[in-house]
């Protein structure tokens, strides 16, 4: 048994851990690494009081609540009825199921700024949709939120779909003959499972959303103070030579951002841990 397992360490596919280590840190410190510490050098270049005023502007702080709320809010909606098209595409079988499959990956597909013509078109006030709602959705916070639902939902159905069909459904049956309805079945049985793949789905929706540019600027107007998002006003700055006051809200975006999906991540392993327990 030892001779097996140092025949196997010695016809590994991969290179050793050393040269593995290093060139995974190698690849992700010229992707990764040295772009954010460039951003964070350059904000450097300003004093406290200036980087202060870059970042906290009431232009800035209108833009952070736009964007970090409706990514909240539209990772959250996603959460839900992303986990709904999961199970339906899981669980039953229905005419024209694998057009419904494919469409989930189409906002991987199409094209950010190609998705925001689209959106603006359909739900303008004399769009497809548009025309018959009482409300206002283009060139409003509610178009922003419509637009980052669109491009969000594929990562949470992708995320928990895999996951639901490796659940064993003896674990439902034992739950029935147990005397649980679909409710509690549901809760006590499904949910757990599938709770850390959910958070990682609304983990990576939220992560999206707050970067996402192209099909966001249709629909949303621009509007500062009302409908303008915190990537087009880093790219209004860069217009505009203020490199450094760009650079200052993209550390500021960066660094909530990871705190947030640090405390995401937290949860996740707690999910996991308690499922374990369980």
Known sequence: MIFTRTLLKRHSVLPGFDLALGFALLYISLIVLIPLSAAFFKTFTLTWA??????????????????FGASLAAAALNGVFGLMVAWVLVRYEF???????????LPFALPTAVAGIALTAIYAENG??????????SFTPLGVFVALVFIGLPFVVRTVQP????????????????GANRWQTFRHVIFPTVMPALLTGFALA???????????IFIAGNLPFVSE?????????????DYAGATAIA???????FVLLLVINALQAWARKRQGGI
């Open 50 to 67: 200036e980087f202060w005023e870059a970042t906290t502007s009431p232009r800035v702080m209108a833009s952070y609540r736009l964007t």
């Open 95 to 105: 005419f024209g199921k694998r057009i419904v499959d494919a469409l989930v990956d």
């Open 128 to 137: 497809l949709i548009g025309q018959f709602l009482p409300f206002k959705v």
């Open 251 to 257: 550390v500021v975006m960066l660094v909530v951002s």
């Open 229 to 241: 998002i915190t990537p087009l006003l880093i790219i209004t700055k860069l217009e505009q030579y």
């Open 163 to 178: 996951v639901l069909e490796d659940l064993n459904r003896e674990m439902e049956e034992a739950a029935a003959t147990l």
């Open 206 to 216: 939220f992560a999206r959303a707050l970067g996402e540019y192209g099909s966001v």
